[in-house]
């Protein structure tokens, strides 16, 4: 099956695939489709699954949707105040990271939907973020091969490492 996808992210019965119109939802074994979300034919860059896997939070144009996957609607819309290309959960699913088109992180509290900080001064583009497992870590990953840790509650940098000799990419 041809796919014109650019991101990926498995859920915990789907694959999601972010295309050039939405997202689509395969089986992750035979890779069938299930369903489709229509993002408004916006370009999906990035995907992160909820906790629990009925939600997705979407990264496409300037904002981060959340969709639920078992109705295919959308939940909450984000305007990230850039053009968000890479998108991270938590995984307790209380806080969501972006970065885009700014070389900066934003760390944002999903009940309170609100910004917790937004980390900046980073030397190159961020291309990759990851929570670590229990959430107290977020790594931002950029094309100057700087990895930054980040507290993943506060935002505030842990250490920051080089020494890549290429870029770091999700």
């Known amino acids: 099956r041809a796919l ?6 498995w859920g915990e019965a789907l694959l999601a695939v972010g295309t050039f119109r939405g997202v689509d939802l395969l089986d992750p074994i035979t ?3 299930q369903a489709s979300l229509d993002a408004d034919g916006v370009f999906a860059r990035s995907l992160a699954w909820a906790p629990g896997g009925s939600t997705l939070w979407v990264a496409s144009g300037g904002t981060i949707d959340q969709w639920a ?5 959308r939940l909450a819309s984000i305007d990230a105040g850039m053009d968000p290309q890479f998108v991270a959960a ?3 699913g209380q806080r969501l990271a972006w970065a885009g088109s700014a070389d900066a992180v934003v760390l944002w ?4 939907g609100s910004p917790i900080a937004t980390p900046a001064g980073f030397a ?3 291309r990759g973020l990851a929570f670590s497992a229990n959430g107290a870590l977020l790594a931002a990953g950029g094309t100057n091969g700087t990895l930054n840790l980040l507290n993943g509650r ?3 940098e842990v250490c ?3 020494g890549h000799t290429s870029p770091v990419f999700d």
């Open 4 to 9: 014109d996808g650019t991101s990926l992210a």
């Open 31 to 33: 890779l069938h489709p």
């Open 69 to 73: 996957v078992d109705t295919r609607t």
């Open 90 to 92: 938590s995984s307790d």
């Open 109 to 112: 509290d999903v009940a309170r």
């Open 124 to 126: 190159r583009p961020i």
């Open 154 to 156: 506060t935002g505030a």
């Open 160 to 162: 920051r490492g080089f």
